[in-house]
């Protein structure tokens, strides 16, 4: 087993959620979506071995201080060549591209490409965050997950998912494509559907959301949470703990760390 360097700044903890949305046994996980992401994808090797993997967010490749003439904020800018930077970047088995606030299906498409500059067997898998559900309705969250797909990512997370209801409704944005992501009952997917849990309602019947049919990874948005329980850093993360609802297998062991970019780079030589 390779050697790993411990996460520098967690911001993410995952557990593998089980089920599968067909209740059976595993099923074919293919679909036609993302020509660009390799059937065998290394993350997915590791969490089917409950290996811990380690990611980064991608960087915004505007320079720092860079504002529009009125002094707004300027759009984030990623580029093939940002993709393939952190392609080569070995201490990398994933990289997280955060489009919540402003959805950018270029930059998928940049970010996959540059990622796909490795051999299969080194490829960083690409998971994108795309505005929550409830931001522009369910029609435009559906066609988002598919385009991303589409333009190569290999998984897509949904933020702020609040009630079992709207954690089923993300999964069918796969399953009514004919893809089945990665669960641990069904470990022939070739994609992650990860589901957010970043609200105190979510809290509430988060054993309930856990157990969503199809969802590969179930996360806790420590950063939201903190800041919906009035500040408790140290309360945000409990709730979401494993087993720390008595849930057993539904929330196991952690499985992925997500940090900035910056911080990986401090902590490189410490590995």
């Known amino acids: 087993m390779r050697s790993r360097c411990p996460p520098l700044a967690l911001a993410v903890m995952v557990a593998a959620c089980a089920g599968d ?46 504002r529009a003439p009125d002094g707004s904020r300027l759009p984030a800018v990623y580029s093939e060549a940002g993709g393939a930077a952190l392609a080569a970047d070995n201490l990398l088995d994933y990289v997280f591209l955060n489009l919540e606030d402003r959805y950018d299906p270029e930059a998928i498409t940049s970010i996959a490409t540059g990622l796909a500059s490795r051999e299969p067997a080194e490829r960083k898998a690409l998971l994108v965050r795309i505005p929550p559900i409830g931001a522009d309705g369910e029609d435009a969250a559906r066609a988002r997950v598919l385009e991303a797909l589409d333009r190569g990512a290999d998984g897509v997370v949904f933020p702020h998912v609040r009630t079992p209801d709207e954690a089923r ?18 470990p022939d997917g070739d994609k992650i559907a990860m ?19 199809g969802a590969s990874v179930l996360a806790c948005g420590i950063g939201s949470l903190t800041r919906a329980l009035g500040g408790d850093r140290e309360a945000a993360p409990r709730p979401c703990s494993p087993r720390a609802d008595g849930s057993g297998s539904r929330t196991c062991s952690p499985r992925t760390s997500t940090t900035s970019e910056r911080a990986s780079r401090r902590g490189s030589s410490r590995c």
Do not use: H, K, Q, Y
Request: proline share 12%.
């Open 21 to 66: 949305p067909r209740g059976g046994s595993a099923p074919d996980g293919g679909g036609s979506a993302g020509e660009i992401a390799s059937e065998s994808l290394p993350l997915i090797a590791l969490l089917s071995a409950g290996i811990p993997a380690f990611g980064v967010f991608v960087p915004d490749e505007r320079p720092a201080g860079e």
């Open 169 to 186: 409704l993300a999964v069918s944005f796969f399953t009514d494509r004919g893809i089945v992501p990665w669960s641990p009952r069904n």
């Open 195 to 213: 589901l957010m849990i970043e609200d105190p309602v979510a809290l509430e019947r988060r054993a309930e959301i856990a157990d969503t049919p």
